[in-house]
T-cell receptor, first 113, second 110 residues
Framework: NAGVMQNPRHLVRRRGQEARLRCSPMKGHSHVYWYRQLPEEGLKFMVYLQKENIIDESGMPKERFSAEFPKEGPSILRIQQVVRGDSAAYFC???????????FGPGTRLTVL | GENVEQHPSTLSVQEGDSAVIKCTYSDSASNYFPWYKQELGKRPQLIIDIRSNVGEKKDQRIAVTLNKTAKHFSLHITETQPEDSAVYFCAASEGFKTIFGAGTRLFVKA
């Protein structure tokens, strides 16, 4: 049973480009969470999704950031017109329900030049 | 908004000693408290968790205590080993909302 998968593991973008991060939850999990982690800091909640629904996006910047979890395929976190301040590790986690253990993916390390 | 405070930010212990990390939370509705260990460049991994109807839980060298009245919980690691060196995060959860502490960097000196 594969764990949470994320790709790419490393992503380099120039300012103004788009970054697209993918997350495949564990088999049987329908709850997906995205977190951002800056160097030497904790995990900051960005968005919580279930299949085809954004449940809570209160931690996600209102501009340039969007997320989706379609009926088929992985969840995608999209960052448009990236800026240097977007450089961070982005972790996705999945769970089988709320109040349950969240299993984390290996993360995508985004570097904006 | 909801907040989780974690202390200390850095902790250095001698191998074999105990390590204690403390967290406080603000949302009284929180009912699930996981602890994650993150090694350098790796993903956070759950090491122990506790629910609000339990005051203490132990798993080998790791234990967690919860005081709901005071809204604080602690991680205890006994007989520390060099491989325990990592960053440890506490979290408080209610429903889907999980708030993480800022992390404690634990160094275990051989």
């Amino acid at each position: 049973n594969a764990g949470v998968m994320q790709n790419p593991r490393h992503l380099v973008r120039r300012r103004g480009q788009e970054a697209r991060l993918r997350c495949s939850p564990m088999k049987g999990h329908s709850h997906v969470y995205w977190y951002r982690q800056l160097p030497e800091e904790g995990l900051k909640f960005m968005v919580y999704l279930q299949k085809e629904n954004i449940i809570d996006e209160s931690g996600m910047p209102k501009e340039r950031f969007s997320a989706e979890f379609p009926k088929e395929g992985p969840s995608i976190l999209r960052i448009q017109q990236v800026v240097r301040g977007d450089s961070a590790a982005y972790f996705c986690a999945s769970s089988g329900g709320t109040d349950n253990e969240q299993f984390f993916g290996p993360g995508t390390r985004l570097t904006v030049l | 908004g909801e907040n989780v405070e974690q202390h200390p930010s850095t902790l250095s212990v001698q191998e074999g000693d105990s390590a204690v990390i403390k967290c406080t939370y603000s949302d009284s509705a929180s009912n699930y408290f996981p602890w994650y260990k993150q090694e350098l460049g790796k993903r956070p991994q759950l090491i122990i968790d506790i629910r609000s109807n339990v005051g203490e839980k132990k798993d080998q060298r790791i234990a967690v205590t919860l005081n709901k009245t005071a809204k604080h919980f602690s991680l205890h690691i006994t007989e520390t080993q060099p491989e325990d060196s990592a960053v440890y995060f506490c979290a408080a959860s209610e429903g889907f909302k999980t708030i993480f502490g800022a992390g404690t960097r634990l160094f275990v000196k051989a």
